[in-house]
């Protein structure tokens, strides 16, 4: 396999290499002592870690092995997606994943590739807090990596199978009705009604020990209330079902109310990053192989319609289904529609995850046409981290 040119050396980067990889990154960041590994660089709450052993094993059957072994290598942590790799000059797969550290969630991309002679994990971890912030630089480091080493192993032409792995999506807590949810917000900020405990949400309130029998607000209560008494509008995951059922998951800073389909509600204070987490187990965010669409647009209508559900959804016309069969599986799976508003948003961003088969973004309409492309399930966390951190 040919090597390809690294990019040209921009102003304010350098060069760095192993035995096995060279790659460029900003000149700020430091080298540091790292026993067990080819190199360790750090700057800019990045940490990247080079590593190689010997091995000649297919690139799929490495990264089914790094599948397996990841989720399990720390608790709780969340396979965000894995995508083909195709700059390095050697077969390659990009893995990233979130996972729970003492000072907050940290985001990691695990760059794998094989020579047919050695292995190679060039790995890039930082804050999930930071995870916006560091996208740029870290992806120019990873689209630099190119192999020293001779080549000798090929890509498969089938693609191995990929595990399915979901984020935690149950909120525990007191379940409310409509009513109580109102009454508890009206509560935020202000001194206590003794006529709302007459109430029937007053009532279930008292029921479900969230407020005393005199009106007492216990410290937990206090922590969910806090955010709603800054007026601060939340973030908004709305979901539908093909077959009608409707969700809805609202986060304030950490207050959480998820509405099942039955209109009850179930309330409880989550850090912000495990509310990203909690919104990712929601969308089903997992590793998926992602397939462009051939049809870059839809006809707005028919796209509102399949979007809306339900047994009035329309088939794709033939003459769509037979020239991009990618979009006709798509289209053909259940679909999960979800909503997604952040705060000082006018628009949403809307997602779809079409069952066993991947997600879809449904971008704007005009001269009615919808853009309508296939996403990588980790672009859609980064949808999740932008909306409930900013």
Partial sequence: MAVPDPPAAAAGTTEDRTARVRFTRPAGWRVEDAPGADLRVRGDDVVLTVRSRPGDRAIGDENASLLERLPGSVDGLLLLGCDVWTTAGAPA??????????????????????????????TVERPLARMTATDDPVFAVLDSVRTLDRVTATESRTLEALPVLLAGSTLTGPSLGAEAVATLQDLAGK????????????????????????????????????????????????????????????????????????????????RPDRVVGLMAGRLGVRPTWTWPFRTPVLSSDLLDRRLAGGPSAPALPDALAEADPTLAAFWAAPWTVSSLLAPGRTRPVVVVSAAGVGFARVGRAEGGATAFRAEASANVYRSLVRAVLG
């Fill in 93 to 122: 797969r990009l893995v990233e994943y979130v996972r729970p550290d003492e000072e907050g969630d940290v985001v990691g991309a695990h760059l794998l590739l094989v020579t047919g002679r050695h292995r190679v994990d060039v």
């Fill in 191 to 270: 001194r206590w009604n003794p006529a709302l405990l007459r109430s029937d949400g007053g009532r279930e309130l008292v029921a479900a020990d969230l407020v005393g029998r005199f009106g007492t607000v216990p410290p937990d209560t206090a922590e969910v209330l806090a955010p709603w008494a800054d007026g601060v509008p939340p973030t908004t995951l709305d979901q539908h079902d093909d077959d009608g059922r409707v969700t809805r998951l609202r986060a304030w800073a950490g207050t959480v109310v998820d509405t099942g389909a039955d209109g009850r509600s179930v309330i409880a204070s989550v």
